[in-house]
């Protein structure tokens, strides 16, 4: 016989037993000297022609191909007649069956014909009577993880009523059904060993709750495994670790059960259905997602499971490994054109169309990308969920509020899209997995291999001396700790000089962000020169541009400089006109600073105050690039991500969008008469696009040669470790340049204290005395 998805299509030869007639989903209909109509529960087909109102009467199911051929003789040709049943049989409207209903399993008694079950095999395109014959040849097995709550005699029942066979416990089965109450319980991980041994198949389902859950069908020779699914669900769990540390739990935390016997019910059938399916035949794309079903909205959504290519059970484990111990070698990556936001290699629209996927509820690393609450009309800031950079260890006080969630901010609400989903990538990239490479022994016995961690945390010897006092009074912002013990072993990791080219090592704690307790050296990461963008070269540069842009703001916050104005005007930049509309319904003004160092790249902050009540509510925002342009717009867009915080402020002191004492001290004390620092120096000449002598590159590999030559020049190291995760597939870097400073409070001699005498701006250092007392709080 021929066959079509695995179905017979046309009878064997000499199989004179073989009934024809339409597939059991179709109703046929004749309307003489009209046409023909065979009507289904998905449209009616017409077939048109007195052929058809001949032939289709004799299609009942009662006669074999010989029969229809005799009855049809007397009018229709025999070789049209067979001709006509192909185009049907091949259309998939026929079917061909035995005389009898289909024989039991062991041989006995003829079974009953379920004609609604055949029917619905027929409307997917399978041969109905052959599919219920096989859904009672094939076998599935029901394991439900001890402690789940779920009624097995009604997964059975489910199972019999659709004529899917129960294999007994302890026989072997060709599908497995597993039901659990967590889809991270830890007995899944033996589950899914158990089934890639024996190369079988298994579906999970969480029929519980007040969402359940179906699938994926899990293949042992195919796509995800459960370990893959399990790193992604985890990722959205954060809030549980702090009690989950406390109580010494591994697993997930128990949930109240929370359902109705309908929804159970719903559930049950729902998981049952898609075994009865994937026995049948059927295969399609979303077989391999997570399916849950809102029962409390009646929403049911699909759920990407991805196959992590580095997964310690189905992948490679290595391949994060060999991409950092390998030396980073920039390419030639010409820049796309129309990009406002900045110099990329893809347009923010190729971005969020390659990598929506990563944003899901349950299997993206980034739950969603929302506008940021309160945000003004005219404001494109968005969130993009839980801030991986902040650690598990406390949701109160700043954590909770103004960086507690990973944001990004554009032109448009595209750029802004693309920007908080960039943030979270770098943030989710930048956090300790396990299989980075590390080497375990003591800066003392690395020898100049080794990058001394103060020598890019910059704390003073006095903030060491002090560290119990400042502790207890600032954020964990400014958090001191204790000195490094260089005899002490602690993780190192390779890093790249693109400098020097050469491998250097810095402490692992040093470089990513920790899921859990702080390390044990003491040691703890930022985020500063973390970036993520369309290609390694592009988030090198956004790196280091964030370190310039930082130690730059350093430099002026500290030594509180007054600094020329940048004249917005000369710019005619729409963005600035549209922000200070912006500022202007909310009774603020707006202004901006150049801020550039000795290193010559464009760096500005935007700034506004309030004036129409005593707290000015000051606010400001960072940005730096090689093009002066591209610097204002950074600058007054990340300014535009602080105005939710303080927009619906009232002079009573109330309507401030966070708790937190350090930015609520600042906005309702801070003023441009006793900080005069966040006013222009007025005996310095505004600053218009043409100070800066920039000339566009046209590659990034340009860009990144310059970046080299000029940290080079000022006689620092550039270091870069490739964070890229290969299950993302988006570049993220970490750039650190021993030497530059955090705009964060850290004191240690040097560039805080030379640069700025050195360019002419302070006569003497500034005393330790003398700092700005008040550290940046963002």
């Known amino acids: 016989m021929t066959s079509m998805g ?50 289709v009467p004799l299609l009942d199911g009662t006669r074999d191909l010989g029969g229809v051929l005799r009855e ?59 599919t219920v014959s096989k859904l009672r040849r094939t076998t599935v097995r029901i394991e439900a993880l001890a402690g789940t709550e779920v009624d097995l ?85 954060h809030s549980e670790w702090p009690v989950r540390r406390a109580l010494g739990i591994e697993g997930p935390l128990t949930r109240p059960t929370a359902s109705l016997g309908a929804g159970r019910a719903i559930a049950v059938n729902i998981a049952v259905l898609e075994v009865a399916k994937w026995i049948a035949g059927i295969r399609y794309d979303s077989q391999g997602d997570l399916h849950t079903l809102d029962t409390l909205h009646l929403r049911a959504r699909p759920h990407r499971v991805a196959r992590i290519p580095q997964c310690e059970v189905c992948g490679d484990p290595g391949l994060v490994a060999e991409r950092i111990r390998r030396p980073f070698t920039p390419v030639s990556r010409p820049k796309a054109a129309r990009t406002a936001g900045g110099h990329r290699a893809l347009t923010p629209e190729q971005m969020l169309a390659r990598h929506s996927h990563l944003v899901d509820p349950v299997t993206g690393i980034i739950k969603d990308i929302r506008r940021a609450p309160h945000s003004p009309e005219g404001v494109n800031s968005y969130l993009s969920g839980h801030n991986l950079a902040m650690g598990p260890h406390t949701l109160a006080g700043l954590r909770a509020g103004l960086r507690a969630l990973s944001g990004g901010k554009g032109l448009t609400q595209t750029e802004g899209r693309v920007s908080a989903l960039c943030e979270a990538v770098e943030r989710y990239s930048g956090t300790r997995h396990g299989d980075e490479p590390v080497v375990w022994d003591t800066f003392r016995a690395l020898g100049a291999e080794a990058v001394h961690p103060h020598a890019c945390q910059l704390y003073a010897e006095r903030q060491f001396r002090d560290r119990d006092r400042w502790n207890a009074r600032l954020s964990g ?80 916050w500290y030594n509180r400089i007054r ?12 963005c600035a006109e549209a922000m200070r509309s912006v500022c202007s319904r909310l009774n603020r003004e707006l202004w901006v600073l150049d801020l550039t160092s000795d290193l010559g790249i464009p760096v500005m902050v935007a700034l506004s105050r309030r004036t129409d009540k005593p707290a000015e509510d000051v606010i400001f925002g960072f940005g730096a690039h090689f093009d002066p342009r591209v610097a204002l717009r950074r600058a007054l867009t990340e300014m535009g991500q602080l105005l939710p915080a303080v927009c619906e402020a009232r002079a009573d002191g109330t309507g401030y969008g966070l708790t937190d004492p350090e930015p609520l001290g600042w906005w309702q004390h801070a003023t441009v008469t006793n900080q005069p620092y966040l006013l222009p120096d007025p005996e310095l000449p505004s600053r218009a696009p043409g100070h800066w002598a920039y000339v566009p590159r046209a590659d990034l590999l340009d860009d990144v040669t310059a970046i080299t030559g000029l940290v080079k020049q000022h006689g620092m190291e550039l270091l870069v470790l490739d964070q890229s995760r290969p299950d993302l597939d988006v570049p993220v870097v970490k750039v650190v340049v021993p030497g530059m400073r955090h705009f964060w409070a850290r004191f240690a001699p040097g560039r805080l204290f030379d640069v700025p005498v050195a360019s002419g701006r302070l006569a003497a250092p500034t005393s330790y005395e003398g700092l700005n007392p008040v550290p940046l709080f963002v």
């Open 6 to 55: 695995g179905q017979q299509v046309w009878p064997a030869a000499g199989d004179e037993t073989a009934r024809v007639g339409f597939k059991l989903h179709l109703y046929p209909v004749v309307v003489p000297g009209e046409a023909t109509y065979l009507v289904s529960r998905r449209g009616v087909t017409a077939l048109r022609g007195e052929f058809a109102e001949r032939l």
């Open 72 to 130: 049809a003789a007397p009018e229709l040709d025999p070789g049209d007649v067979l001709s006509s049943l192909r185009e049907l049989s091949t259309a998939g409207l026929l079917r061909f069956h035995p005389e009898a209903g289909p024989p039991a399993l062991s041989g006995g008694p003829l079974l009953p014909v379920d004609r609604a079950a055949e029917a619905y095999w027929d409307l997917a395109g399978l041969d109905g009577g052959l």
């Open 153 to 237: 005699e009604a997964v059975r029942a489910a199972c019999h009523d659709s004529g899917v066979t129960v294999m007994p416990e302890g026989g072997d089965a060709d599908l497995s059904l597993v039901l659990c109450d967590d889809y991270l319980s830890p007995q899944l991980r033996e589950v899914d060993a158990v089934h890639r041994a024996q190369g079988r198949p298994w579906l999970i389902a969480k029929v519980c709750g007040v969402e359940p859950w179906v699938g994926p069908v899990f293949r042992p020779d195919d796509g995800p495994c459960w370990s893959c699914l399990a790193s992604r669900l985890a990722g959205h769990r």
């Open 477 to 556: 912002f400014q958090h001191v700790p204790e000195p490094f013990d260089e005899n002490r072993p602690t993780h190192w990791t390779p890093v790249w000089s693109l400098t020097s080219g050469t491998r250097r090592l810095l402490p692992t704690s040093m470089l990513y962000f920790s899921r859990g307790e702080p390390a044990a050296d003491g040691l703890h990461a930022d985020s500063n020169g973390n970036a993520a963008g369309s290609s390694p070269e592009d988030a090198l540069v956004q790196g280091f541009l964030e370190i310039v842009e930082r130690d730059a703001v350093a430099l002026w």
């Open 563 to 574: 600094q020329p104005a940048v004249d917005i005007e000369a710019f005619d930049e729409p």
